[in-house]
């Protein structure tokens, strides 16, 4: 066959494959998409949602629910995928669709967090929306100083762990700017979580994992990163809400939190509270052999013990969390201290690479060993009986993409501010076409997306199979919404 005919009989081949897709594409329609979105959405709000919160999961015949935790039928969990989370799902679909019925969840879910924003500033889990219960609870928006009805309450801290007040604030800030800040008691709520945070962060920029006002200064010294003469290799049971903590993202979240805040607010106090935290992060780099981060330190700034399985240590993962987020306070505020760490804590990152190319969580202080623990949680070199429930390997992967950036904004000699964009609508195509009537297939007669699993915290003999589970929700409605509003 000559190879001008292949070449023309491929091209047929092509556009005909692409005129069929284009015909599956349209068998489902932004109208069908607006229709399950609407389905799904009502569903939940009204047999999942309580009061406008969320947990992490439901029982398919809705009568067992959970966070992290189980909860009763009047309490809601705040960690993600939980109820700031289902939150932001309805917003973003909102400002895509410009339906009312989203707008009106997402301003529900708002209010279900401003009721129960504690006194301190953020909020825990789980959150009550009984109002007898709400009384036990030091919640801002509680009639118990109104009340005859005797009751214990509870001293709440502020949570920072687990994204749980920062995701709270950032729903509510997003929500108060999508409004145009017309709603008093939701702008208040941000205000009032926002002034918090810079009242309790520490004279170093830290903040601490909980929180009920502010602590004396004279305990927390400004202090640099170094290594302890000694430290216990066994784990010492001590209270560690107060150290300065990088474990999940604790502080980081924080600072882009602060971030956003200043953006959208305008208030320099927001830039200046990121700015400080960015010196903390800058202390807290170890010197070398290990020019990298902890997990957490004590008030002397060593590496100092969390949980059980937490040991005073260089951390594979939280190391690679701070070279990401002292890039991106650099792309905020173009000030080149922040990226001069970066370079020996990504050779630290490289040589520190297993095998496999994975790093260990846990890096021995000075030897850089790999720690690990066993399934009884003894401190240990070896990796062959590790607990399951943690992981104490990490991706190494993103490190060849941190190097990239970082050799980037080194050259660069300016740099672009980041902003928040509000999402666009995008093309109807038939790949966003597909995904959405996929997910809307798989939708119930109900309207909900039930699928296999357990209720976690509810025991082995529990016989729920199938749940429903905020998670899917979040992703399935951000496709069906993408789809409703694709031009």
């Given at each position: 066959m000559p190879t001008q005919y292949r070449l023309q009989s491929g091209f047929v081949f092509l556009l005909c494959a692409t005129l069929f897709s284009d015909v599956f594409a349209a068998d489902f329609s932004q109208t069908d998409a607006s229709a399950s979105l609407q389905r799904a959405v009502t569903f939940f709000r009204t047999n999942v949602g309580v009061h406008g919160g969320y947990g992490f999961a439901i029982s398919d015949d809705l009568t067992k629910r959970e966070g992290e935790n189980r909860t009763s039928n009047t309490q809601a969990w705040v960690e993600p995928p939980a109820t700031p989370a289902v939150g932001m799902a309805y917003l973003h679909a909102y400002q895509l669709t410009g339906e009312q019925y989203l707008l009106d969840a997402t301003r529900e879910v708002a209010d279900c967090l401003v009721a129960t924003q504690l006194v301190s500033g953020g909020w825990q889990n789980p959150i009550e929306t009984d109002q007898t219960e709400r009384l036990k609870h030091l919640y801002r928006k509680n009639p118990a100083a109104n009340s005859k009805v005797k009751v214990k309450v509870k001293n709440e801290l502020t949570t920072l762990d687990d994204n749980k007040t920062q995701s709270c604030l950032t729903f509510l800030m997003r929500f108060d700017v999508e409004t145009k800040f017309q709603n008093a008691e939701i702008h208040a709520a941000v205000m009032y979580g926002l002034d918090s945070l810079i009242k309790v962060q520490y004279p170093n920029g830290a903040w601490p994992q909980q929180y009920d006002g502010p602590s004396d200064p004279s305990r927390f010294p400004v202090k640099t990163a170094r290594y302890p003469e000694t430290w216990s290799r066994t784990f010492p049971a001590?209270?560690?809400?107060?150290?300065?903590?990088?474990?999940?993202?604790?502080?980081?979240?924080?600072?882009?939190?602060?971030?956003?805040?200043?953006?959208?607010?305008?208030?320099?106090?927001?830039?200046?509270?990121?700015?400080?935290?960015?010196?903390?992060?800058?202390?807290?780099?170890?010197?070398?052999?290990?020019?990298?981060?902890?997990?957490?330190?004590?008030?002397?700034?060593?590496?100092?013990?969390?949980?059980?399985?937490?040991?005073?240590?260089?951390?594979?993962?939280?190391?690679?969390?701070?070279?990401?987020?002292?890039?991106?306070l650099y792309r905020h505020t173009s000030d080149r201290k922040y990226i001069e760490p970066i370079e020996p804590a990504l050779a630290w990152l490289q040589r520190s690479q297993l095998a496999d190319g994975q790093l260990a969580r846990f890096y021995e202080l000075k030897t850089n060993k790999p720690l690990y623990f066993t399934k009884g949680y003894e401190l240990t070199y070896d990796d062959s009986d590790l607990p399951t429930h943690y992981g104490f390997k990490v991706g190494g992967s993103g490190i060849e993409k941190l190097q990239a950036e970082y050799n980037e904004l080194k050259l660069a000699k300016t740099v672009d501010k980041p902003t928040l964009k509000r999402p666009k609508p995008e093309k109807f195509t038939t790949e966003v076409a597909r995904t959405a009537e996929k997910v809307a297939k798989q939708l119930d007669a109900h309207g909900a997306w039930v699928e296999d699993g357990r209720m976690k915290d509810y025991g082995d003999n529990d016989p729920t199979r199938r749940v429903i589970t905020s998670k899917t929700f979040i992703k399935n409605i951000r496709e069906l919404a993408r789809c409703a509003a694709a031009k």
């Open positions: 001590k209270k560690y809400t107060e150290y300065y903590t990088f474990n999940d993202d604790t502080i980081a979240d924080v600072v882009m939190l602060m971030l956003e805040a200043a953006s959208s607010y305008g208030d320099a106090r927001y830039l200046d509270s990121a700015k400080k935290a960015g010196g903390f992060i800058l202390a807290a780099q170890l010197p070398e052999p290990q020019p990298a981060w902890s997990q957490q330190y004590d008030t002397d700034m060593h590496p100092a013990w969390a949980r059980k399985f937490e040991p005073p240590s260089v951390s594979g993962l939280e190391s690679q969390s701070l070279v990401k987020l002292l890039l991106g």
